[in-house]
């Protein structure tokens, strides 16, 4: 079918040097507010932490204090890199048997999972997981930051009392998901006119709506004043307790209190000149170690002739089929996007950090916890609900991420990529590295080059990918061609920075409108 769009727009994000910091992010304001703290003197901890508290608010449906990730950071006077696991773990009560299988088909979601009764894995309070990303946010500003914490919450504070500008991008993020809001009568109520239609401004209206964030602004107030302690043994642990039981889930007390988010040794690998670190354990670094060590060595700088497309799609699809045997299919359904934000941050020093949150699915488990103002993860979708598989649903177990953030040192910089877009993420963030690692690409050109995905039995290609190389490609594999557009997304939503002989840059995914690198300096 001929496409409605135009075949002649160009879409571009040019990208500026400077000396000092930069954050690169899916949301504007997000970005300006870690710029803000990089300008006040902040470091990139610091900055990392401001940002992670504002995605969660300007992009509530993304990521937020009702989720969990993992965030890997360069220190450039040690010359280490730590990585820091925040991710999410399924509750200490949890009944597998509250889980029983419809035996109708699959999941309505993200992964083709053997479908559950009533969804329960999915949403409501039952699909609600035990969050990480506060603990990660204080764990990472006690070790590393050097403002005070309240100082970084104050941005996502005012972004709060000033409420979501209701804008055409926002309207069509609600509206895809205005059938599943409105499972929630407390979340309908905050985000669908009526309780049912997405908001919208008229055609020619000369303002925006703007969705109230008030509970959400007194909830990081509290934080700002109390600190975690507050989120995991006080009362805001208290109130998401009581509203996500209030609405049938197992989450306890008890399981906020023994939670921990947990420094590790970065998986490390090299390639050429480049010293990678990425999350080790159950994420997608490892499988992007995998993905490199199955390329050919480095050739030819530049985009890849048709052989290095068909390299790139080997090295994709090998390294998938060995996460799948060894830690379970994560493959998702196309049905749904995936909820998740990153973010990456260099400082005027060079260090940097590569930071991905995530409620998982969009709006997570469309639970709302209405005595916060937080929005919850469905973290529980992650495990698969059949027994006697390398992922299957249990207590009290971590869950499989496919979050990939990833920072390369070399001898003139580095850089600190990463992207949201679900299993989609490894393969984005894996290309962008060999562009600019084996090609010689700059970071502008990397990310305004064209990619492709192979994250599940067909491969997606970019449209402009030369023919010659999609003709190779259809030889081996079932290929899909498609345009790089705003909406569906076809490819994941990377951002990163990038540091060369002491000049930062940074790029978000092109085609998002409100994905924005921030230098301080435009402040």
């Given at each position: 079918?001929?496409?409605?769009?135009?075949?002649n727009?160009?879409?571009?994000k040019?990208?500026?040097?400077?000396?000092?910091?930069?954050?690169?992010?899916?949301?504007?304001k997000?970005?300006?507010?870690?710029?803000?703290?990089?300008?006040?003197?902040?470091?990139?901890?610091?900055?990392?932490v401001?940002?992670?508290?504002a995605?969660?608010?300007?992009?509530?449906?993304?990521?937020?204090?009702?989720?969990?990730?993992?965030?890997?950071?360069?220190d450039?006077?040690?010359?280490?890199?730590?990585?820091?696991?925040?991710?999410?773990?399924?509750?200490?009560?949890?009944?597998?048997?509250?889980?029983?299988?419809?035996?109708?088909?699959?999941?309505?979601?993200?992964?083709?999972?053997?479908?559950?009764?009533d969804?329960?894995?999915?949403?409501?309070?039952?699909?609600?997981?035990?969050?990480?990303?506060?603990a990660?946010?204080?764990?990472a500003?006690?070790?590393?930051?050097t403002m005070p914490?309240?100082?970084?919450?104050?941005?996502?504070?005012?972004?709060?009392?000033?409420?979501?500008?209701?804008?055409?991008y926002?309207?069509?993020?609600?509206?895809?998901?205005?059938?599943?809001i409105?499972?929630?009568?407390?979340?309908?109520?905050?985000?669908?006119?009526?309780?049912?239609?997405?908001?919208?401004?008229?055609?020619?209206?000369?303002?925006?709506?703007?969705?109230a964030?008030?509970?959400?602004?007194?909830t990081?107030?509290?934080?700002?004043?109390?600190?975690?302690?507050?989120?995991?043994?006080g009362?805001?642990?208290?109130?998401?307790?009581?509203?996500?039981?209030?609405?049938?889930?197992?989450?306890?007390?008890?399981?906020?209190?023994?939670?921990?988010?947990v420094?590790?040794?970065?998986?490390?690998?090299?390639?050429g000149?480049?010293?990678?670190?990425?999350?080790?354990g159950?994420t997608a670094?490892?499988t992007?170690?995998d993905?490199?060590?199955?390329l050919?060595?480095?050739?030819?700088?530049?985009?890849?002739d048709a052989?290095?497309?068909?390299?790139?799609?080997d090295?994709?699809?090998?390294?998938?089929?060995?996460?799948?045997?060894t830690m379970?299919?994560?493959?998702?359904?196309?049905?749904?996007?995936?909820?998740?934000?990153h973010?990456s941050?260099?400082?005027r020093?060079?260090?940097?950090?590569?930071?991905?949150?995530?409620?998982?699915?969009?709006f997570?488990?469309?639970?709302?916890?209405?005595?916060?103002?937080m929005?919850?993860?469905?973290?529980?979708m992650w495990?698969d609900?059949?027994?006697?598989?390398p992922?299957?649903?249990?207590?009290?177990?971590?869950?499989?991420?496919n979050?990939?953030?990833?920072?390369?040192v070399?001898?003139?910089?580095?850089y600190?990529?990463?992207?949201?877009?679900?299993?989609?993420?490894?393969?984005?963030?894996?290309q962008?590295?060999?562009?600019?690692?084996?090609?010689?690409?700059t970071?502008?050109?990397?990310f305004?080059?064209?990619r492709m995905?192979?994250?599940?039995?067909?491969?997606?290609?970019?449209?402009?990918?030369?023919?010659e190389?999609?003709?190779?490609?259809?030889?081996?594999?079932?290929?899909?061609?498609?345009?790089?557009?705003?909406?569906?997304?076809?490819?994941?939503?990377?951002?990163?920075v990038?540091?060369?002989?002491?000049?930062?840059?940074?790029?978000?995914?092109?085609?998002?409108?409100?994905?924005?690198?921030?230098?301080?300096?435009?402040?």
């Amino acid at each position: 079918m001929i496409p409605n769009f135009s075949t002649n727009q160009v879409i571009r994000k040019p990208v500026t040097q400077t000396e000092g910091g930069v954050v690169a992010t899916q949301h504007s304001k997000g970005a300006r507010a870690g710029a803000e703290v990089l300008k006040a003197g902040g470091n990139a901890i610091d900055a990392a932490v401001a940002t992670a508290f504002a995605m969660g608010v300007v992009e509530p449906w993304m990521s937020g204090p009702g989720g969990g990730g993992g965030m890997v950071y360069y220190d450039a006077k040690t010359g280490e890199t730590h990585a820091l696991n925040f991710g999410m773990r399924s509750p200490a009560a949890l009944d597998v048997a509250d889980y029983p299988l419809s035996g109708k088909g699959v999941a309505s979601d993200l992964f083709p999972w053997p479908n559950v009764v009533d969804d329960r894995n999915l949403r409501g309070g039952t699909a609600v997981a035990v969050p990480g990303m506060v603990a990660g946010a204080a764990a990472a500003h006690e070790r590393f930051g050097t403002m005070p914490w309240a100082d970084l919450l104050a941005p996502a504070q005012a972004l709060a009392r000033d409420g979501i500008l209701v804008d055409w991008y926002a309207s069509l993020l609600i509206a895809s998901s205005a059938r599943n809001i409105g499972t929630d009568p407390d979340l309908a109520a905050m985000f669908l006119q009526d309780r049912v239609y997405a908001p919208v401004a008229g055609w020619t209206a000369t303002g925006l709506p703007v969705i109230a964030m008030d509970g959400m602004a007194d909830t990081l107030a509290t934080l700002a004043a109390d600190g975690a302690g507050a989120y995991y043994e006080g009362d805001i642990g208290a109130a998401i307790v009581a509203d996500v039981q209030g609405k049938g889930g197992s989450l306890s007390r008890d399981d906020l209190a023994q939670y921990e988010a947990v420094w590790e040794a970065p998986y490390a690998f090299t390639r050429g000149d480049a010293r990678f670190s990425v999350l080790p354990g159950l994420t997608a670094g490892p499988t992007m170690a995998d993905m490199f060590a199955r390329l050919p060595e480095p050739g030819a700088n530049g985009s890849p002739d048709a052989a290095g497309w068909k390299a790139i799609a080997d090295a994709l699809h090998g390294a998938y089929a060995h996460r799948i045997a060894t830690m379970g299919h994560d493959g998702e359904s196309p049905k749904q996007p995936a909820c998740t934000t990153h973010f990456s941050v260099v400082d005027r020093d060079g260090n940097m950090v590569a930071w991905t949150q995530t409620l998982l699915s969009i709006f997570g488990a469309c639970t709302l916890s209405q005595s916060t103002g937080m929005m919850m993860n469905n973290g529980i979708m992650w495990f698969d609900p059949e027994q006697g598989k390398p992922n299957s649903l249990a207590a009290g177990r971590p869950c499989l991420m496919n979050v990939c953030p990833a920072i390369a040192v070399t001898p003139d910089g580095g850089y600190a990529f990463g992207a949201s877009g679900g299993r989609k993420i490894m393969g984005a963030v894996a290309q962008l590295a060999h562009f600019v690692t084996d090609r010689g690409m700059t970071l502008e050109e990397a990310f305004h080059h064209p990619r492709m995905d192979l994250s599940t039995s067909t491969l997606v290609a970019d449209d402009t990918i030369p023919t010659e190389a999609l003709a190779v490609l259809e030889a081996a594999y079932k290929v899909e061609t498609r345009p790089r557009h705003v909406y569906p997304l076809n490819w994941a939503c990377p951002s990163g920075v990038m540091r060369r002989n002491g000049r930062n840059a940074g790029c978000t995914e092109i085609t998002t409108p409100w994905g924005d690198a921030f230098r301080e300096d435009q402040l």
